[in-house]
């Protein structure tokens, strides 16, 4: 590059600078009628003597109040003037400095609406930095604002994310118990009544009663073994009879035969 050959050094960069704002007649920034001596060499400080304040080549510049050298601020604005498309990431590249470092430097070369590298000599004569500052306080203030509001978006988001996720889960748990109990009731057999009038489809107390009389079980054995009343076995009986769980053929023994036999085999005992 041209320009690091002309310009080596910082050094190199503030004389530059120097010649291009005052041209060998050093004035205060102060004020433009104090006398300024040539105080502090090492610290390469100007002083004003009206003021009482200390300056150099960089006050109340576009170059002011940062770290960054001279050498890479005139770098940046020559690679600006000729590629004003160029990322801050490549520029920071391109220049060995912080991508936070190049927005800020981006930020004050077009405040002060560079067109070419010979604006350098306008810029470092008339540009007040304050200016440029507060608007770079502004524009971060709202790049903040922005950040919160998209952090309160984001976190409403994932709010709403976690309470749909939790009534998903609610509403699988609640169709898993509905499914569990219509499992349940369909293996029951129901007393369906139609019209008013009772079922006669049998059930498991029914089956168990008909199996009994099948084996030629009398109504004590029955009420011993189901611990059923007299009544509810001689209703089941019916129902079995009709359903056809019980031949017509096969006998029910009921409280009269039963007092009958047990009769009988007490005389045989005797």
């Given at each position: 590059m041209e320009l690091l050959e002309e310009l080596p050094n910082e050094e190199a960069c503030r004389e530059y600078l120097a010649e291009l704002r005052w041209g060998g007649h050093i004035i205060s920034?102060?004020?433009?009628?104090?006398?300024?001596y040539n105080k502090y060499k090492?610290?390469?400080?100007?002083?004003?003597?009206?003021?009482?304040?200390?300056?150099?080549?960089?006050?109340?510049?576009?170059?002011?109040?940062?770290?960054?050298?001279?050498?890479?601020?005139?770098?940046?604005?020559?690679?600006?003037?000729h590629n004003k498309e160029i990322s801050a990431y490549?520029?920071?590249?391109?220049?060995?400095?912080?991508?936070t470092a190049v927005l800020h430097m981006?930020?004050?070369?077009?405040?002060?609406?560079?067109?070419?590298?010979?604006?350098?000599?306008?810029l470092i004569k008339n540009f007040d930095v304050n200016i440029s500052r507060n608007e770079f306080k502004q524009v971060k203030l709202a790049r903040k604002e922005k950040r919160l509001r998209?952090?309160?978006?984001?976190?409403?988001v994932t709010d709403y994310d976690s309470i749909r996720k939790q009534l998903n889960l609610k509403a699988q748990v609640v169709v898993v118990k509905i499914e569990e109990t219509l499992n349940e009731k369909k293996t029951?057999?129901?007393?369906?009544?139609?019209h008013g009038r009772k079922s006669t489809n049998p059930t498991i107390q029914t089956e168990k009663v008909a199996e009994l009389v099948?084996?030629?079980?009398d109504v004590y054995e029955i009420i011993r073994k189901l611990n059923l009343t007299g009544d509810v076995i001689y209703r089941e009986v019916e129902k079995a009879r009709k359903v056809g769980l019980i031949d017509d053929k096969q006998p029910f023994i009921g409280f009269a035969d039963a007092r009958k036999t047990t009769?009988?085999?007490?005389?045989?005992?005797?």
């Open positions: 920034p102060y004020d433009p009628d104090s006398k300024v090492k610290q390469k400080l100007y002083y004003c003597k009206n003021t009482k304040k200390c300056f150099n080549v960089k006050t109340k510049t576009i170059f002011d109040n940062n770290k960054i050298g001279l050498q890479k601020w005139v770098m940046a604005i020559w690679i600006f003037t490549r520029l920071a590249k391109e220049i060995n400095v912080s991508k981006l930020w004050r070369i077009k405040s002060a609406r560079i067109e070419s590298f010979s604006d350098i000599e306008r998209e952090k309160e978006l984001n976190d409403a029951l057999v129901p007393l369906q009544k139609h099948n084996e030629g079980k009769k009988k085999e007490e005389g045989k005992i005797k």
